[in-house]
Structures are given as C-alpha cells and as structure tokens.
C-alpha cells in the first residue's frame, strides 16, 4: 500500500460559481432540500461552459453538486458540535456534516429545475444549501436506484428536525405586499426560519432580535416566549440590505 507522503500533489479547479437567496452563511439550511422555497444558479465557467459539458443533463431532476465551504476557515478539528445534538455533544468530524472539514469539501443533492446554454451554461436550481458565491468543483447526476438505500441507517439524525411556527408582523407583511416577489420571498423566509437557523446554544433565548439576510434584505426576527406551549418564530421588519 502507497504511503500517504508518495501520494502526488493535486489541485482542483473550480468548473463555476453559485449565486444564491443566501449572501452569507447565517441562515443557510443546514441540509439540502429542507428549503424547497431557495433558488440558485450555477454557472458554469471557462472551459467548463461548453453546452456539450451538460448534454443529456436535462433528463435528471437532481443532481450531486460538489463544493468548497469557501466562507469557513481552513482549519478543522478532529471532533465537532453538531446542531441536531444541542451544540453540547460532540462527535467525531467524520460522523458528521460540519463544514469545518479538513479539504472545507462540501456535498449537495438539489433539484435540477432547467438548463440555459443561450449565452454559456446556467443551472437552475431549487432547495439549494449553498451561500452565494460558492465555487463548485464538480457536479453528477443523482440515481436513484444506486443513490438512496431504504436499509440505510441514519445515527443520530434518523428524521428531519422538528420545524417552529412562523408568524409576520404587520410591518412585515406590508413589505412583502409591496414586492413584486412578495409571496414567493414570503415563503423563503418561512421555511428558512422554521429551520431555526440560530446557533444551538441559543435555542431558549426568547426574546433576542437577529438579522438574516436574504436575497437582498435584512430580515429580522425573535423566538416568542412559548405562551401555548410550542415556541413560534416572529418575523419583526423587513429593511433593504445596505
């Protein structure tokens, strides 16, 4: 068996860029697909952007995107604080799917809604966890019948999270009706919300305002205090981002 120090160096060249609903990384889905409402585009670069590159792409509704977590450090550590164990519980870097990762190599299933090989290569994407800017390394068609074992365990993530209620205010609302996108971006913030995007350890702190950007706003929100029992998302204002 070769050793690692006879391995021969490599690189890898980025084949495009993602631009996404997602300016920084506070706030991005921490899977794939948990956004069904997130839009992206990947587009392709030089010489990855000949048309003939995607021919016959078109026939897959999904597709494996391969990334860099360009907007995490380059540093990892051996043991992490995944959010499904409270940020509390560790475990190690390779039984989960933190971005602090020894390469920062990331791994997205999304749906492939169309091409556009007018001017280039684009790729329309829906339910997309990437933050805008994201340099993509490679992509793959998903096969299902090679891709998705029923008998696959899922260790400590074995369900979906439990997602929160998500409630607008007046001023909120009056934003969003005054947008042409208003109801599409409506839908964006609720399901990016009833994620809980804040960081574990602030999972009780009612009360506290955040600012997420999406697209090109600044939304602001708070954990109400669980008066029936469950703990509701409120979306407070909707500002321009500057």
Same mark, same amino acid.
């Given at each position: 068996m070769?050793?690692l ?5 490599f ?17 991005v ?14 587009t392709?670069?030089?010489?990855f952007?000949?048309?003939?590159c995607?021919?016959?792409l078109?026939a897959?509704?999904h597709?494996w995107v391969?990334f860099?977590f360009?907007?995490?450090?380059d ?11 409270g ?12 971005p ?7 791994l997205s299933?999304?749906a492939?809604?169309r091409i ?12 997309a ?6 340099p993509v ?5 998903? /096969?299902?019948?090679a891709?998705n074992?029923?008998? #696959?365990r899922? &260790? ?7 997602? $929160? +209620?998500v ?7 009056s934003?969003?009706?005054a947008?042409d996108d208003?109801?599409?971006?409506r839908?964006?913030i ?8 804040r960081?574990?350890?602030?999972a009780n702190?009612?009360?506290?305002i955040y ?5 090109? /706003? ?7 205090? #669980?008066?029936t &029992? ?5 979306v407070?204002? $909707? +500002?321009?981002?500057r």
């Open positions: 070769s050793e120090h006879n391995v021969p160096p690189s890898l060249s980025p084949i495009g860029t993602i631009s996404s609903d997602y300016p920084d990384k506070f706030g889905p921490r899977q794939p697909g948990l956004v069904t409402a997130a839009s992206a585009t990947l392709l670069v030089a010489p952007d000949d048309p003939l995607v021919r016959g078109e897959f509704s597709i391969s860099i360009h907007q995490n450090p540093r990892w550590a051996p043991m992490v604080r995944p959010p499904r164990l940020g509390n519980r560790k475990v190690g870097v390779f039984a989960s799917r933190s602090n990762r020894p390469n920062r190599l990331g299933l999304v492939l809604e556009d090989t007018r001017k280039g290569v684009r790729l329309h994407l829906k339910g966890d990437l933050v805008d800017g994201t390394i490679d992509i793959k068609p998903y /096969l299902p019948w891709d074992d029923l008998n #696959a899922a &260790g400590f993530a074995p369900a979906s999270p439990d997602l $929160l +209620e409630t607008f205010s007046a001023a909120a609302e934003a969003l009706n947008r208003g109801q599409e971006l839908e964006l609720y399901q990016v919300l009833s994620q809980d995007p960081p574990a350890y602030h702190d009612s009360g506290r600012g997420l950007p999406l697209r090109n /706003l600044d939304v602001r929100f708070l954990l109400e205090s #669980a008066t &029992g469950r703990p509701c998302m409120q407070i204002s $909707l +500002e321009p981002r």
